[in-house]
């Protein structure tokens, strides 16, 4: 396998060609060297820079300062929205083929920097080599799908039928226009794929774009925007601007020229946008994309070695902290022992450290909140439930300096637990022993998320668990991820219930259409 033949999916990171690892380490070098610089926000095309500023440090080694950003002020805002109004008058008469084709310049751009954005997700976030690489190989495949979307549906402009009308000729089409000024607002797990295929979606249709990235991860949207403009996005049609969710974000989502918001972030963040977005004179567009309790359930009839790698992977995958991770397992009793036999055997061969390093699987979790929530739970999980393996943070020699915590599996936890129903974003998973497959769908759907849901058995089991299951995204017998891994493409990815608010996935054929609304146009000609 040479780098040029290998296509780069969730489903297809672990046997990378050599070539890969030899670049993303050149990179790594190279960026190593040139850390700390001062990174302004993006305002109508201009580097803008604040009198107040924030460090963007390493969670593997909080000594090291990756870039000092800004905190975004008022004014800001006000002149992000105002460049994007003004700006995105001339993008949206450009015509769509033109568009497409800066955007695709764009994606083009994003793979030809792919080892800087990976070494910056690495570092920023805490992903591990082939999560870091896959992140900013989605953003560019979300952004080709999103052109492809509008030639297959050439540009949602369509003649419609003529009515029948005597003495006229009627000319009917339909048109699908943007909106107008999109804010994007990204999380800190998926901070390039979930700022750019949002951001793609949004401009290739014709509205102007503000970005406001996690402020624990500003550094890879900021080369990201770097990769728009590059290929041609004009000035203050994307906007990136930095600083606190609750000022900056906040003061984004309450103007009143913002005409349509994509969200990703939690469920408690999301609601409270949702509802502050919805105090206006109309009802505006808002794409939320929120978070998860996804749960993986295993037949009796299941290959035990699949379920166990395919589990493994989900729950720890970038330290657990996937919308799409696995934190529940239901296990019906027949292979219980035997399947939590193979878990913890597998969890235990997990290497945890420095995410730049080949040999490393698991990184840091984001932050030092996020490093003491997981000692909280562990310590309720301790009292209320059988720890498997892991629960325990590392403190010593490399680790010293860095939020670094144990894959961890806990058994016989009663199903009345909180922590049954709370999403933890973390890598600990709770396991439970079922009478049955029906037993153990009812404690599936039991929770208010619905994202992503796994199984392992017979086909038969299969197809009655995808018309069981109350969620957007569902696998069977899948080794490469039980319940995460989607790409764009191939699975349209989002959430129902309280995981999402459209449901209408991302990388599918039903996205594209929400970042543009109808015009029926009909002009009549006398004939006679
Ligand atoms: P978060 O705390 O909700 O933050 C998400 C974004 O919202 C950040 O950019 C944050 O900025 C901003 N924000 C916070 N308060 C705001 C406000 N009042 N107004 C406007 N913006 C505000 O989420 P996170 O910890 O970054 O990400 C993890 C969560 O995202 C999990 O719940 C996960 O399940 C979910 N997620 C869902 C999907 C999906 O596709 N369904 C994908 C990925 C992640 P600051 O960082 O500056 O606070």
Not at 375 to 385: A, M, P, T, V
Not at 413 to 418: A, D, F, K, N, V
Not at 465 to 486: H, K, L, W
């Amino acid at each position: 396998m040479t780098e040029s033949t290998f296509k780069l999916t969730y489903a297809t990171m672990f046997n990378p060609p050599e070539e890969l690892h030899r670049r993303y380490e050149d990179t790594l070098r190279n960026k190593k060297a040139q850390l700390g610089k001062n990174y302004g926000m993006i305002i109508n095309g201009k580097e803008r820079y604040s009198a107040e500023v924030f460090e963007n440090r390493n969670p593997a080694n909080t000594d090291e300062v990756l870039g000092v950003f800004q905190k975004g002020t008022r004014q800001d805002v006000e002149d992000a929205v105002q460049s994007a109004k003004t700006a995105q008058i001339k993008w949206k008469r450009i015509p769509w083929q033109e568009r497409v084709a800066i955007i695709r310049k764009a994606a083009d751009n994003i793979d030809k920097r792919i080892y800087e954005l990976a070494v910056a997700l690495s570092l920023e976030v805490g992903k591990n080599r082939m999560e870091a690489l896959g992140d900013a190989a989605e953003s560019a495949d979300l952004m080709r799908y999103a052109c492809d979307q509008m030639e297959a549906n050439d540009g949602f402009i369509h003649r419609m039928g003529k009515d029948p009308l005597a003495g006229y000729d009627a000319t009917n089409i339909s048109m699908m226009l943007p909106y107008g000024v999109w804010l994007v607002i990204s999380p800190f797990n998926f901070p390039c794929a979930l700022t750019g295929g949002p951001a793609g979606a949004a401009l290739v249709t014709g509205n102007s774009v503000i970005i406001k990235p996690a402020s624990d991860t500003p550094w890879a949207p900021r080369i990201y925007v770097e990769c728009l403009l590059e290929a041609g996005v004009p000035e203050g049609v994307v906007n990136y601007i930095t600083g606190s969710g609750s000022e900056v974000g906040q003061t984004l989502v309450e103007h009143p020229f913002i005409d349509g918001i994509t969200f990703t972030g939690s469920y408690d963040v999301g609601m409270r946008i949702y509802r502050s977005f919805s105090q206006w004179i109309y009802i505006r567009p808002v794409i939320m994309e929120l978070g998860g309790k996804n749960a993986a359930i295993v037949s009796k009839n299941a290959d035990l070695e699949t379920a166990a790698i395919g589990i493994m992977r989900s729950a720890f995958g970038l330290q657990g902290q996937k919308c799409s991770a696995c934190s529940r397992v239901f296990i019906e009793e027949e292979v219980y022992d035997d399947l939590v036999n193979l878990l913890v055997t597998l969890a235990e061969k997990i290497t945890v450290g420095d995410p730049t390093r080949r040999e490393i699987y698991m990184g840091p979790v984001i932050n030092r909140n996020s490093y003491q929530d997981y000692q909280n739970y562990i310590d309720d999980l301790r009292k209320s439930g059988r720890i498997l393996t892991g629960a325990k943070v590392f403190t010593e020699g490399d680790y010293a300096k860095g939020f670094f915590c144990a894959p961890t599996f806990v058994a016989d936890l009663p199903l009345t637990h909180p922590l049954w129903q709370q999403e933890m974003f973390l890598p600990i998973t709770t396991i439970a022993k079922v009478d049955s497959l029906d037993q153990a769908m009812t404690y599936t759907n039991q929770v208010k998320y619905g994202l992503t849901g796994g199984f392992y058995g017979t086909e038969e089991e299969a197809a009655w668990f995808f018309d069981n299951i109350e969620a957007g995204v569902v696998y069977a017998n899948r080794p490469q991820g039980a319940t995460t891994g989607a790409w764009p493409g191939f699975q349209p990815f989002g959430g129902w219930k309280a995981s999402g608010a459209t449901g209408k996935q991302a990388g599918g054929l039903n996205y594209l259409q929400q970042y543009m609304r109808e015009q029926s146009r009909t002009l009549i000609r006398r004939i006679s």
